[in-house]
C-alpha cells in the first residue's frame, strides 16, 4: 500500500449526524468519490444497525461526501472477491435495504454500479442537480451483482432497466425523475439536498416510532400481494394496535381541543 493509500484508506470513513429524529449517514471518502470498500460497508452497515437501535431515530438519510454520491465498489476489491468477498461488499447497501426504518437516499453526484446498488436499496431518492444514476457493470465486463437488476426493475420497470443495464443509458437528474427512478429534484448545493432530505422524513420523524416501524412492514408486506383483501388483513391488526396505543388518544384529544377551539371562536 503507498502513502497516498495509506491516508485515503485513514481519512475515508462512514459520518453520522442527527437532525430531528433523522440519523444522516456519510460516506465519506471524497478522493476516492466514495467507492465502497469492505471496511466502509461494514461500517455503513453498523452505522445502519445503530439507527435501527436508537429509539430516537425514526428515519435515515443516506448520502455521499460531492462530488459523488458513491462511485461504486473499490475496484481493487472486486478484482480480488469471490462469493464471500462480494457478499462483504453488499452488506453495506444490503443494510439499508433490509433497514427497518424508512430511508432516503439524498443522490448529489454519481451513483455507479454498486453506488447505484446503494441508491437504490433506500425507500426514496432525492437528486441534486449533478446527481447521474449509472449501471456500468457491462461496461467493466461485470455482472450486475447486489440484486441490482432485480431492484432496478422493481423501480422503473423493464424498459428503463433494459436501456440502463444492457445498453449503458446514464439518467441525469431530470431525467431520473421522469422514469420514477428519482421522487424530484432538490435546486441548490449537497446542504440544500441534505436539508430538503431531512425535511421530507418529518413525516415520519414526527410519528410514533413504533408506529413508522409497523407501517413500513405493512407496505413490505402488501407490495407483495395481489389480493385487496389480504392487504386488509394484513393492515387491521396494526391498524387496531396503534387504535389502543396512547399515542393516539393523545393526538385524537389535541385534534378535538383544537376542533373545539376553531368552532369557539367562530
Known amino acids: 500500500m503507498t502513502r497516498a493509500d495509506t491516508i485515503a484508506a485513514m481519512t475515508a470513513e462512514i459520518q453520522v449526524a442527527h437532525d430531528s429524529n433523522v440519523a444522516i449517514i456519510t460516506v465519506h471518502d471524497p478522493e ?21 437501535r436508537d429509539e430516537s431515530v425514526h428515519a435515515v438519510v443516506v448520502t455521499g461526501t460531492p ?25 453495506g447497501f444490503l443494510a439499508v435495504a433490509n433497514c427497518t426504518l ?9 451513483a455507479v454500479g454498486a453506488g447505484l446498488n446503494l441508491a ?3 425507500d426514496v431518492r ?7 444514476f449509472d ?17 432496478l426493475q422493481r423501480i422503473v420497470g423493464p424498459q428503463t432497466a433494459t436501456a440502463m443495464t444492457l445498453f449503458g443509458e446514464i439518467l441525469d437528474a431530470e431525467a431520473a425523475t421522469a422514469r420514477g427512478l428519482a421522487h424530484r429534484v432538490i435546486d441548490g448545493d449537497h446542504d440544500a439536498l441534505v436539508a430538503a432530505s431531512v425535511e421530507l422524513a418529518q413525516g415520519a420523524a414526527k410519528a410514533p416510532r413504533g408506529l413508522v416501524l409497523d407501517t413500513k412492514q405493512s407496505m413490505r408486506t402488501t407490495h407483495t400481494l395481489t389480493e385487496h383483501a389480504d392487504a386488509v388483513d394484513t393492515e387491521i391488526v396494526p391498524q387496531v394496535r396503534s387504535i389502543e396505543s396512547p399515542e393516539f388518544a393523545e393526538r385524537l ?10 368552532k369557539t371562536s367562530k
Open 67 to 91: 462530488p459523488a454520491f458513491c462511485a461504486g465498489a473499490d475496484l481493487s476489491a472486486l478484482g480480488e472477491a469471490k462469493d464471500e468477498g462480494l457478499r462483504a461488499i453488499y452488506a
Open 32 to 52: 476516492r468519490r466514495n467507492a465502497l470498500t469492505l471496511p466502509l460497508s461494514a461500517d455503513l452497515a453498523a452505522a445502519i444497525a445503530d439507527a435501527e
Open 126 to 132: 432525492l437528486a441534486g442537480p449533478s446527481a447521474r
Open 135 to 151: 449501471a456500468r457493470f457491462l461496461k467493466l465486463g461485470l455482472h450486475p451483482g447486489g440484486g441490482m437488476t432485480w431492484m
Open 120 to 122: 437504490l436499496a433506500a
Open 253 to 262: 384529544a389535541a385534534m378535538k381541543a383544537k376542533i373545539s377551539g376553531e
Open 102 to 110: 424508512p430511508t432516503i437516499a439524498a443522490v448529489g453526484g454519481a
